[in-house]
């Protein structure tokens, strides 16, 4: 039952680990954009590859100058990068989806989209949103370069590689294969035509596998022949591509197993709650055995406030465990956790993580069960069993 509980575990998890690594720059229409930290790796790259260019071109121009026009390009470039990802967004909101953030990151970025979209026509739209950002930014820097007489100045020059490089970014998103956007479009294409979007994903996430092992021996052969240690850069995103196309493969395939099971179909179901007002070893006595406590929610007051098993009672030391109250040693939950029994189960998974990292399941005001990676492993599992 690994698959399920590792799958629930990065469904709900990830998220929330992301966020903690980055920053929030904000939002726009509803929007979260987050950048992670990695993205100082990129970013670091390109203002030390602008700065080696304008250094050839103008060897006459001060390091500080030089070096101000490099980091400004390297601003302007991210910025592009944010909006072929806010032009995915933004038709994605407008086709009724929801999106609860724009990610950049070392690779790039990604706008997380939490529904699938219901038809091909969707689909193709949101898609084809961000490589015509990109082709717009690209024209609109080289007609910049033109204005400046391309070449002979650093606005010029600057404008020129901002240009071209927009267009790179357009084109390699062309290119047909998941997670790319060629990839979701030779998706919705195939999925229109012959009305299976399994099939459809199958081939795009072969292609993006493909893809990703002709950019490792390719970067491998340039590395090796050439000795272009820069083309180690190849290789690393030929990895990404092959390890991402991948993921789709897996998402793919349970997001079909789950067509039409809800929260309420798959949860614990629990009417009772631990008293926080007790102490962590009465709780024990009463609910468990040993060290061992299956998960259980929490009330205080009334109210389910937290939620308390093995976990929270390792985090006691065992000569205090007499004397620490429950809610003291529980699990806080909050609005992320808490969630209703007549949700999606494929929406519950692509939800944001609070502390628990379990689902609180509610029904008219009242907790009725827990969403755990125990359920979704036994879930799983007997959707493999069907299959098999």
Known sequence: MGDGREFFVAARKLRAD???????????????VVADLSLLIIAALLTWSLYADLDRAFPARSTDVLLLFALGGGAL???????????HSLVAVNRG??????????????????QEAATPGDELAVTLAGPAASFGLGAGFLFLAWA???????PARVSLILGLANLSIAVF???????????????????RRSGDRTRATRLAVASGRGLGVLMIAAGAVLVVAVRDLSAIWFV??????????????????????????????????TDLAVDGESTVLAAVELHGWGDKLRTMPVAVNGRVTGIFGTRE??????????????????????????ITTDVDLRAALVRDAGDAGIFVVVEDGGVVGLLT?????????DLRRKRA
């Not at 989806?97 to 939490?114: A, K, M, Q």
């Not at 591509?241 to 993921?247: E, G, P």
């Not at 009672?313 to 909050?334: K, P, Q, W």
């Open 148 to 154: 400046f007489s391309a070449g002979s100045n650093l």
């Open 236 to 269: 690393a995103v030929g990895w990404f591509l092959f390890q991402a196309a991948s993921t789709s493969a897996v998402q793919e395939r349970f997001s079909r197993q789950m067509d039409g099971l809800t929260v309420g179909d798959v949860m614990r179901p």
């Open 173 to 191: 998103n062309l290119l047909p294969g998941l997670p790319l956007d060629g990839g979701r479009m030779l998706r919705a294409l195939v999925w």
């Open 77 to 87: 470039f991210l910025g592009s990068v944010f909006v072929h990802e806010l032009s």
């Open 373 to 381: 990676g125990e359920e979704m492993a036994t879930v799983f599992e």
């Open 18 to 32: 992301d966020v903690r690594r980055g920053y929030r720059l904000g939002s726009v229409r509803g929007v979260e």
């Open 313 to 338: 009672i390792a985090s006691v030391v065992r000569d205090e465990r007499d004397s620490v109250l429950v809610r003291d040693a529980m699990t806080i939950i909050g609005p992320d956790d808490v």
């Open 97 to 114: 989806l929801v999106v609860r953030r724009i990610r950049l990151f070392v690779f790039g970025g990604v706008s997380e989209i939490e």
